[in-house]
């Protein structure tokens, strides 16, 4: 890290005043920056402004100031003296960021750089990437995790592009990222080039989405089957956190004191959770909408991304189908009313409640693994089409704090392996040892809960993707024979033959034998 990355750039500037734009702008003043921060809506630059007022009075840690803007052309005039003027946008993805480039193209000078914050489609960045080329400005497709917290604190940042450009700023991103607390080492490295950076971000979001899941489920067994209380699950998910492979995981974490936090009179600033009994968590309703008002995408990329690429991603996929039916509760209720599905029942059938819960620890960590798994062979499947080159164990190391998917065991399983393995890719794995032996281990744990939890008629949708998953990557026995029988029936799709050299296992394409069935 270079003692003097906050004099290398004096002043840089920030698209977007929302709660992401607003906390990177205190954070990056933490480090001694002025920084310039502008939004399509004025309201959102007062608000930032007054919090930036507040936070200086109550914390006297903003170094650099925070300056606000109305006019996209002041805001933009304010870098006018910096080389190169360094933008960063944290907005929206897909044409709320064409619309600000569009304001401030005429603006940009040589060898400016913007990096893209936003949870943004890598082939958007990459068409930018080619929109500015002519005019010798760097767009950097950079996926920033971790959620307003880590951007106010210090975030894990994917930045992806030209090397050259990215190596420029990486100095300044190093001082503001999160930090590996074993190491010292920031949670920011080059990722690779055109749109690597916001397809890491992508796949991490779509591995946090699976972790989200499992954890759910997880809760919804505890609470709603084993009657337990929200400050016992609290307890349990902390000692989770503690020890063993769960250990230093941020989903399990902050699940413990969701668990635990009680409502108070006067609630949090904003008057939410305000009560004089129980817990803020019995505000929350069961829907998320964020796929619902498109305000995300990132999880519907990875699903649609792990099918174009062929590559099985079941606990990431099913967490997502399970966001999407909760968005519309409307439907769901009268649904609902039409099918007459039993609720989650209380258990009946367990001697004893504490070695259960062992076994749900068990399979919690087992699909957190299978979620990692197909999102790492993901990002190993893209980069190898892409001709990115991504190292996979630069992944694990920026994920290591500051994101949503730290998960200090997993990464220390993973990390080693990819950094022995570099000039020889690992694309399937399962196929390395200390994962197989894990969910070898874990297997029959995973399998317990989710025979328990259909008894009871919870819900498990990743938990039992995952189950799924591991038997039938592992299965040498799939019903897949007869699914080929019934496509060559019909389609004369072909198939090869057990037993036989060069068919068996053979490559996966066309079979060469097709019997006649029934003629046409």
């Not at 002043?11 to 310039?36: K, Y």
């Not at 005019?135 to 959620?147: E, Q």
Request: net charge negative; glycine share 10%; with cysteine.
């Amino acid at each position: 890290m270079a003692p003097d990355a906050a004099q290398s750039f004096k002043r840089i500037g920030i698209v977007g005043a929302g709660n992401m734009g607003t906390m990177m702008s205190f954070g990056f003043a933490e480090q001694g920056l002025d920084v310039s921060l502008w939004d399509v809506s004025g309201s959102n630059v007062d608000q930032a402004l007054e919090m930036a007022k507040q936070a200086q009075a109550d914390e006297r840690s903003l170094i650099g100031k925070v300056d606000g803007f109305k006019d996209v052309h002041e805001f933009t005039n304010s870098l006018k003296d910096m080389k190169p003027a360094v933008y960063i946008f944290s907005i929206t993805h897909g044409w709320p960021a064409d619309s600000v480039l569009e304001k401030i193209q005429d603006d940009l000078k040589e060898g400016d750089i913007i990096l893209d914050g936003g949870n943004e489609h890598y082939r958007n960045t990459e068409r930018r990437q080619k929109q500015l080329k002519e005019k010798k400005v760097k767009w950097v497709g950079m996926g920033v995790s971790g959620g307003y917290q880590s951007a106010r604190r210090g975030p894990s940042m994917s930045p992806g592009g030209e090397r050259e450009a990215v190596e420029k700023v990486l100095p300044l991103l190093e001082k503001f990222s999160a930090k590996d607390p074993r190491t010292g080492k920031p949670c920011v490295k080059y990722i690779g080039p055109r749109g690597a950076g916001h397809y890491v971000k992508m796949v991490h979001n779509g591995i946090e989405n699976g972790m989200l899941s499992t954890i759910s489920e997880a809760w919804s067994i505890m609470h709603k089957s084993l009657g337990m209380s929200y400050e016992e699950i609290g307890k349990v998910f902390g000692k989770w956190n503690s020890s063993d492979e769960l250990i230093n995981t941020y989903l399990v974490r902050i699940g413990s004191k969701i668990c635990q936090t009680k409502k108070t009179p006067k609630g949090d600033k904003h008057g939410e959770g305000a009560g004089t009994s129980g817990y803020v968590l019995d505000d929350v309703l069961d829907k998320v909408v964020q796929d619902d008002d498109n305000s995300e995408g990132t999880l519907f990329w990875s699903v649609s991304e792990a099918a174009l690429r062929h590559v099985a991603a079941p606990t990431i996929a099913t967490g997502q189908f399970l966001r999407v039916a909760s968005g519309n509760r409307d439907q769901r209720l009268r649904v609902a009313e039409n099918l007459k599905i039993p609720r989650p029942q209380t258990a009946r059938s367990i001697d004893d409640k504490e070695s259960f819960i062992e076994s749900l620890r068990r399979a919690v960590y087992a699909s957190f693994l299978c979620s990692f798994c197909q999102g790492l062979e993901l990002i190993a499947r893209a980069s190898r089409d892409e001709g990115w080159d991504v190292d996979l164990g630069t992944c694990m190391q920026i994920w290591r704090a500051g994101c949503i998917i730290q998960a200090e065991h997993v990464a220390d399983i993973f990390e080693p392996v990819f950094k022995s393995s570099r000039d020889q890719p690992i694309m399937n794995m399962k196929l390395i040892d200390e994962v197989s032996t894990e969910l070898h281990d874990n297997f029959q744990p995973l399998k317990e809960v989710v025979l328990k939890a259909t008894e009871w008629d919870n819900y498990v949708p990743s938990l039992s993707a995952s189950l799924e998953y591991i038997k039938y990557e592992g299965g040498t026995m799939l019903p897949t024979q007869y699914m080929e029988a019934e496509m060559d029936y019909f389609g004369a799709h072909a198939y090869d033959r057990p037993n036989v050299k060069h068919e068996d296992p053979g490559k996966p394409k066309k079979g060469s034998h097709h019997y006649e069935w029934k003629p046409a």
